[in-house]
């Protein structure tokens, strides 16, 4: 608004410095004759000084000062030679002043100076600038009310989502965090309860374990004791039926050390701590439980008979693979018949390294195959423990075989017998590197 002021105030003046170019002395006349000529309506005043700085021609309202020396910083700067405006706004108008030197053959002759005062498009500046400020407001006043109307929908869902936190955190793992929608807070809230989903069936395994496992404990201990007590209140008790008394209680420690080292084997299994993998060739493995195991079947009447191929290599730890090639054969021999047969094989096919231990004894009942591979799961409580079994053995092969990528399955044959397949990835020499 000034930029434009100045420049059409500049102009102005420029035609009048035109008008009078011609004269070669300025005198009160022949300016009053010159400016005469030119027509500007919109100045609130026009001003015409000689060299000295006297003013010639006033247009002044109020009266003219003719005669007086005129100060203006425009008009000094003017008569040193130089174009000068200046435009300000003050107390709701705009006071522009523009001028310029008159010269006669390069001579300073005079300035001539014009001023514009201006209310009409100060009030209409003022206007916008009210409107503005009115709508600034009531653009305010909403965003303000939308802001507190928000952040309390935003601050009852938090809270909502904190108390379900502190509920589930209290220990009530059935508590879920009920927040409708599609925002931020909402996605939080059903990840937050398939979080508990999560926990709930965790403490529901860890509790059913840790009764469980107390329960096997519990067992031999009360049996343990029972035959502590047989002894101590027994009075003149025989030798023979201490003896007999004390391998027993020999045989329920044994026990409490084999289901003690089991758990053991699991927590390791479930923390991650797992022996180094490296290729191992599963042929020498398989013929040192073979030698081991052959001894139990042949006092048990079992034929244990093993088929082989060369090459099976897999990437795990020595240890692992002993250990399932053990529980499954010890199983297959546990649960078969005397004249049984057990026939063990090892091939490798599509990448795997397939290991099968078939048995001709009673097999699985087909609701319990699928639960056979759970902890402290066993089809035949009594029978299991009879032959010495803790019910860990299928879920530690099953945890070892998953945690190096495997699988494990239990199926019946068809001819009689439970069939159990391990395959474990094939692994090159060069696999580990
Ligand atoms: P256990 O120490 O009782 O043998 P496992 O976890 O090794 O525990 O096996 C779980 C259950 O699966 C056993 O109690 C048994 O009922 C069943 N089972 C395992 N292997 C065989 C098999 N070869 N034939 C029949 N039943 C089996």
Same mark, same amino acid.
């Given at each position: 608004?000034? +930029?434009?002021?100045?420049?059409?105030?500049?102009?102005?003046?420029?035609?009048?410095?035109?008008?009078?170019?011609?004269?070669?002395?300025?005198?009160?006349?022949?300016?009053?004759?010159?400016?005469?000529?030119?027509?500007?309506?919109?100045?609130?005043?026009?001003? =015409?000084?000689? %060299?000295?700085?006297?003013?010639?021609?006033?247009?002044?309202?109020?009266?003219?000062?003719?005669?007086?020396?005129? $100060?203006?910083?425009?008009?000094? !700067?003017?008569?040193?030679?130089?174009?000068?405006?200046?435009?300000?706004? /003050?107390?709701?108008?705009? +006071?522009?002043?523009?001028?310029?030197?008159?010269?006669?053959?390069? !001579?300073?002759?005079?300035?001539?100076?014009?001023?514009?005062?201006?209310?009409?498009?100060?009030?209409?500046?003022?206007?916008?600038?009210?409107?503005?400020?009115?709508?600034?407001?009531?653009?305010?006043?909403?965003?303000?009310?939308?802001?507190?109307?928000?952040?309390?929908?935003?601050?009852?869902? &938090?809270?909502?989502?904190?108390?379900? &936190?502190?509920? =589930?955190?209290?220990?009530?793992?059935? +508590?879920? %965090?009920?927040?409708?929608?599609?925002?931020?807070?909402?996605? &939080?809230?059903?990840?937050?309860?398939?979080?508990?989903?999560?926990?709930?069936?965790?403490?529901?395994?860890?509790?059913?374990?840790?009764?469980?496992?107390?329960?096997?404990?519990?067992?031999?201990?009360?049996?343990?004791? $029972?035959?502590?007590?047989?002894?101590?209140?027994?009075?003149?008790?025989?030798?023979?039926?201490?003896?007999?008394?004390?391998?027993?209680?020999?045989?329920?420690?044994?026990?409490?050390?084999?289901?003690?080292?089991?758990?053991? /084997?699991?927590?390791?299994?479930?923390?991650?701590?797992?022996?180094?993998?490296?290729?191992? @060739?599963?042929?020498?493995?398989?013929? !040192?439980?073979?030698?081991?195991?052959?001894?139990?079947?042949?006092?048990?009447? =079992?034929?244990?008979?093993?088929?082989?191929?060369?090459?099976?290599?897999?990437?795990?730890?020595?240890?692992?693979? +002993?250990?399932?090639?053990?529980?499954?054969?010890?199983?297959?021999?546990?649960?078969?018949?005397?004249?049984?047969?057990? !026939?063990?094989?090892? /091939?490798?096919?599509?990448?795997?390294?397939?290991?099968?231990?078939?048995?001709?004894?009673?097999?699985?009942?087909?609701?319990?195959?699928?639960?056979?591979?759970?902890?402290?799961?066993?089809? @035949?409580?009594?029978?299991?423990? %009879?032959?010495?079994?803790?019910?860990?053995?299928?879920?530690?092969?099953?945890?070892?075989?998953?945690?190096?990528?495997?699988?494990?399955?239990?199926?019946?044959?068809?001819?009689?017998?439970?069939?159990?397949?391990?395959?474990?990835?094939?692994?090159?020499?060069?696999?580990?590197?």
């Amino acid at each position: 608004m000034f +930029h434009s002021k100045t420049a059409t105030l500049q102009n102005s003046v420029s035609v009048m410095v035109y008008s009078l170019s011609g004269l070669d002395q300025l005198t009160e006349e022949n300016v009053a004759a010159a400016m005469a000529v030119v027509e500007e309506t919109n100045l609130s005043r026009i001003l =015409v000084t000689n %060299a000295a700085g006297r003013i010639l021609y006033d247009t002044r309202e109020t009266g003219g000062a003719v005669g007086e020396y005129c $100060l203006y910083t425009e008009v000094v !700067q003017a008569l040193l030679g130089n174009d000068a405006n200046n435009s300000s706004y /003050r107390r709701g108008a705009f +006071h522009s002043r523009a001028a310029s030197p008159v010269l006669y053959r390069n !001579q300073i002759i005079g300035a001539v100076c014009a001023y514009e005062y201006d209310t009409e498009q100060a009030a209409l500046l003022e206007g916008l600038q009210g409107n503005l400020l009115r709508l600034s407001a009531v653009i305010a006043v909403v965003v303000a009310g939308l802001s507190v109307i928000l952040s309390r929908a935003l601050t009852q869902k &938090i809270g909502r989502l904190l108390t379900a &936190i502190r509920q =589930v955190r209290a220990g009530a793992y059935s +508590h879920r %965090a009920d927040i409708r929608g599609a925002d931020e807070i909402a996605q &939080i809230a059903q990840e937050f309860n398939s979080l508990t989903d999560r926990l709930q069936t965790t403490e529901g395994a860890r509790r059913r374990f840790v009764s469980d496992a107390s329960h096997e404990l519990k067992t031999p201990l009360a049996a343990i004791r $029972l035959l502590t007590d047989s002894i101590l209140q027994t009075e003149d008790i025989d030798l023979d039926t201490t003896r007999e008394f004390v391998s027993d209680i020999g045989q329920e420690a044994e026990r409490l050390a084999r289901i003690t080292e089991d758990l053991l /084997r699991l927590t390791r299994l479930d923390s991650g701590a797992m022996g180094k993998p490296e290729v191992v @060739d599963v042929l020498p493995v398989l013929e !040192q439980v073979m030698r081991m195991m052959n001894l139990v079947a042949q006092e048990k009447g =079992v034929e244990l008979t093993y088929a082989a191929a060369e090459g099976c290599t897999v990437l795990a730890a020595k240890d692992e693979i +002993h250990q399932v090639i053990y529980n499954l054969v010890d199983n297959a021999v546990k649960y078969s018949a005397a004249g049984g047969a057990v !026939q063990v094989s090892l /091939r490798w096919r599509n990448e795997q390294v397939v290991l099968q231990v078939a048995d001709n004894g009673a097999g699985i009942p087909e609701e319990d195959l699928p639960r056979i591979f759970q902890r402290f799961y066993r089809v @035949d409580k009594a029978r299991s423990r %009879a032959a010495g079994g803790t019910g860990l053995g299928l879920s530690i092969v099953r945890d070892t075989m998953e945690k190096r990528g495997g699988t494990v399955e239990a199926a019946n044959r068809p001819e009689g017998g439970a069939v159990f397949t391990a395959c474990w990835p094939y692994a090159r020499g060069g696999d580990l590197a």
